[in-house]
Each structure stands twice: as structure tokens, then as C-alpha cells.
């Protein structure tokens, strides 16, 4: 309000000035003069109404930026947990999701070397040895569905060996369990019974199942020996030991761990009765081992979520599969640190977009250690579930098929006795072609003779009428007219 006051006295004083001014000022220069003070006067309004409006729009920014950024933090929060900590915190999505993976990593509890004998449609379990009443009271096995494996001797160590199925708790006491069966993959080692390992949980394969690949005085020869005699004969696997294909599963156990160069020179140590000279591993197999010569350029998000059936521990990008190698955080190498990186990260890939990812190092400062091969692990709780589902489409199809059977036969059926109908009607129809043939003659016959006859009564008719001729011309000639 008072600079409009200030704006209103100063306009009059210029009214006034220009007045004083008019003998010695042209009017023009009056004009000019205070066209030029209100053409100020409204620049100046516009300008404090642009910097007021200016200055309100960058405070709503200011406050939308920190609003956004409160709602940023709350959501990393609710998704990672507090920024400060590297690992997920426990009430946050991704703790939930990796303690929900840990769970189904894990086998649950297990029960070993049970002894298990028919009875009727059922089997009956018995432990090796008998749970305590407070165990079997506190956690009640009734209706539970377990994994059951029949176990095999192994260095005078019974160990599951061979998958059966699934099968549910049917009645529990201290002693055994009763089980009936779920979806089975072997009906007959069902019926077998023998000793049984039954898991809570499907197990899941590691890359320590077999063996550990950073032990130390790891003899390849005689691992490979105890495989092909008593872990995987070929003869259980439906293979004989002279297969290309046999040698293959064996070659993709025993190198687990070790580095291309220790597989190439053991090979090269031992030629004979191998069928393959070179063993080539995929590349999603194989992982190079770097040493960073400096501290790393970039820092690098380490966790993902994958299949390590497809994709091994880590993904193409290098993000960790494998829950155990989760940090929750970016992280950075320090000089001297080595990385393990999957081969189409190390050499560089194209991605479905077109863009192209350089070769790892050609980005940071790094020396190439090993080359080392990793079998691809597989998650049986994974594979399970997809031959579940497959015998389920199975039973479908085989029940679509045997209803088309059904109709089928229906329609056959239908097109039998219309075949059989039609028959009976050619049949017929060619009785009566013979009946009308027969007829077709006795007319013709008929035809001939009554055209016979026919032919007479004309003859006869015409003399009978040449004779009357004849009578008529006699009586007029005798009558004399």
C-alpha cells in the first residue's frame, strides 16, 4: 500500500515539474518524460509481481524436493532398511525375502536311516532312533508333507541317494510315522521300502555337495574314481562306462572349482580311454578371477534375484544370485582385492537394446588371475514343482486324449452303422435294378407283340375299308345314278 502512496506522489510531482518546466521544455519532451515514468513504474510492478511469484514457486520446490526426498528415504527404508546399515534389516522387504530364500535354501528338519516297510497302500517309517516325547509333542509331523530318498552305503555311511517323492504324515507316535503317498516318482522304491531319509524341505545343490573347491591336496584322479565306482556308477545312471555322455557328467562334477589350466594339463596328463580331448564348459560357466592393481573407478551393486539353474551364483551383469553373496549395499574394491566376474561380464556382451557392455578391463585396472569353471547349481525345489506341474499337464492331455478317444469311437460307431446302413441300401437297390432289368424285357416283349398285332388289325382295317370302296362303287352303278 505505500508504494502505490509513493508511486501516486512522485507521478504528481512529475505533473508538477513538467508544469514548471513547460516555458523552456517542448511538449513533446513532457510526453516522453512521463510516458517514460509510467512505462518504469509498470516494469517495476511486473518485475515485484515476478519476483514474488518467483520466490514462492522456488520455496514449493525447495519443499516438493525435500518432500520427495523424505518419501525417497521412507521407501529405501521399507525396501533395504536404515541407509546406515550394509545389511538388510530384518523388518525391511528385501530382509524379508532373503530370510524367506535362506528358509528355502535350507532342508528343514531332516530325519535319517529310517527303516520303512509296506503297509497296505502306505508305508510305515520308523526312526533310527526314537524322538523324545517333548520333540514329538512340540512340533506334530500330522499331515505334513515331507521328501522322501532311499539312502545308499557309502563308505559304510548310509546317505540319500535316489529321489522317491513327496509323501504326507498320515499318524505320528515316538517311534514311526505312517505315510501315504503324494506325487511319486518311483512307485516301485516306494513299495521297496529299505532305509529312508525324509527331509522337511527339498534339498538344494551345492557347490560343497560333493566336494569343496578350495580344499586343499584335492587329488582329480581319485575323486574321479570314487565317483565312477560309488557315487555315480554309470550302470545306475542307464549309461555304460564308455559313453561320451557319461564321461561328460563325471568331467562336469570332478573340475567343479578348478581352474581351466589345471583341467586342460590334467587331461593332457591323462589321454588314455578318454573320449573327449578337450573339456569345453559354457561360457555362463565359466568365471575369471581378477586383481585390482588400484583402487576401482566404479562402485558395483552387488544382489540380485535370479535363478541359479539359468544363471549360476551370478547373473550376466555380475550380480550376485546366490543369497549368501548379498552385502545390501554398493561396494568398492580396494587395490590388491581379486573378483571373481562371469566370462560374458569380463569379455563384454551386447545387450537386447542394442547398447554394448565393454569388457570389465577395459574399465578398471585390473589383472586377469585364473579362469575358473563353475558347474551351473541346480534348485531341485525348482525342478520339482516344474515335473509336478508337467505330470499335471500330463494327466490332463491323457484325460483330453482318452475323452477324444471316447468320441472317436462314438463317431466311429455312427459311421459303422451308417455304412452298414448304406450296404443294406445298395443292396436293395440292386435287387430292384435286376427286378426293373426283368421288367424292362417282359414289356419289350410285350411291346414287340402288341406292335405285331397292331400292325395286322391295320391291314385288315385297310382292306375292310378297299372292300367297302369296292361296295359302294357296285350300288351306284347298279342303281344307275
Known amino acids: 500500500m505505500i508504494a502505490y502512496i509513493v508511486l501516486g506522489l512522485l507521478f504528481v510531482l512529475l505533473i508538477v515539474f513538467c508544469v514548471l518546466s513547460a516555458k523552456h521544455w517542448h511538449w513533446i519532451n513532457i510526453v516522453l518524460v512521463i510516458g517514460i515514468f509510467l ?42 532398511g536404515p541407509d546406515e546399515t550394509i545389511a538388510y534389516s530384518p523388518d525391511s522387504l528385501r530382509g524379508i525375502d532373503e530370510a524367506l530364500k535362506l528358509q528355502l535354501i535350507g532342508t528343514g528338519r531332516s530325519w535319517r536311516n529310517g527303516t520303512v516297510e509296506p503297509k497296505g497302500a502306505n508305508v510305515t517309517f520308523k526312526f533310527s532312533t526314537p524322538r523324545a516325547q517333548a520333540d514329538a509333542s512340540a512340533v506334530s509331523l500330522q499331515s505334513v508333507v515331507l521328501h522322501a530318498f532311499v539312502d545308499a552305503q557309502l563308505e559304510a555311511t548310509m546317505y540319500p541317494a535316489q529321489y522317491i517323492g513327496s509323501v504326507r504324515v498320515v499318524s505320528e507316535t515316538e517311534a514311526e510315522l505312517e505315510l501315504e503317498p503324494v506325487f511319486l516318482v518311483s512307485e516301485e522304491a516306494f513299495r521297496l521300502g529299505g532305509s529312508w531319509t525324509l527331509f522337511e524341505r527339498m534339498p538344494s545343490d551345492r557347490y560343497d555337495t560333493l566336494r569343496k573347491g578350495d580344499e586343499k591336496d584335492f587329488n582329480v584322479t581319485e575323486f574321479r574314481r570314487k565317483l565312477e565306482t560309488e557315487v555315480f556308477p554309470a550302470e545306475s545312471l542307464g549309461l555304460t562306462p564308455d559313453s561320451e555322455l557319461y564321461e561328460l557328467l563325471i568331467d562336469r562334477i570332478a573340475f567343479d572349482g ?26 555362463s560357466e565359466i568365471f575369471v578371477r581378477y586383481k585390482f592393481n588400484a583402487p576401482s573407478k566404479n562402485s558395483y551393486p552387488v544382489d540380485s534375484s535370479g535363478n541359479l539353474d539359468v544363471e549360476g551364483p551370478f547373473t550376466l551383469r555380475g550380480l550376485a544370485v546366490d543369497p549368501s553373496r548379498h552385502l545390501g549395499s554398493e561396494v568398492k574394491f580396494d587395490r590388491t582385492d581379486e573378483l571373481l566376474v562371469a566370462l560374458p561380464v569380463a569379455e563384454g556382451y551386447q545387450l537386447s537394446d542394442g547398447a554394448i557392455v565393454p569388457r570389465f578391463d577395459s574399465t578398471e585396472d585390473v589383472t586377469e588371475v585364473s579362469r575358473i569353471y563353475r558347474r551351473h547349481l541346480h534348485e531341485f525345489p525348482f525342478l520339482f514343482s516344474e515335473l509336478r506341474r508337467q505330470a499335471a499337464e500330463f494327466e490332463q492331455r491323457t484325460a483330453s486324449v482318452m475323452a477324444n478317444n471316447v468320441t472317436t469311437s462314438l463317431a466311429s460307431e455312427k459311421a459303422n452303422d451308417q455304412i452298414r446302413a448304406r450296404d443294406e441300401m445298395i443292396a436293395k437297390l440292386g435287387q430292384d435294378n435286376k427286378n426293373l432289368e426283368n421288367d424292362v424285357g417282359v414289356i419289350s416283349q410285350l411291346l414287340e407283340s402288341r406292335s405285331g398285332q397292331l400292325e395286322s388289325l391295320r391291314a385288315r382295317v385297310d382292306a375292310l375299308i378297299r372292300n367297302i370302296e369296292q361296295q359302294k362303287s357296285q350300288s351306284v352303278g347298279a342303281s344307275g345314278y
Do not use: C
Request: overall charge positive; hydrophobic content about 40%; proline content about 3%.
Open 39 to 80: 512505462s518504469g513504474t509498470a516494469a517495476a510492478a511486473g518485475l515485484s509481481q515476478v519476483f514474488a511469484k518467483r520466490t514462492a514457486a522456488m520455496k514449493a520446490a525447495a519443499s516438493a524436493e525435500e518432500n520427495a526426498e523424505r518419501q525417497e528415504q521412507s521407501a529405501r527404508e521399507v525396501v533395504f
Open 258 to 283: 578348478m581352474t581351466m589350466g589345471e583341467i586342460e594339463k590334467w587331461i593332457e596328463d591323462n589321454p588314455t580311454g578318454r573320449r573327449r580331448l578337450r573339456f569345453e564348459p559354457r561360457a
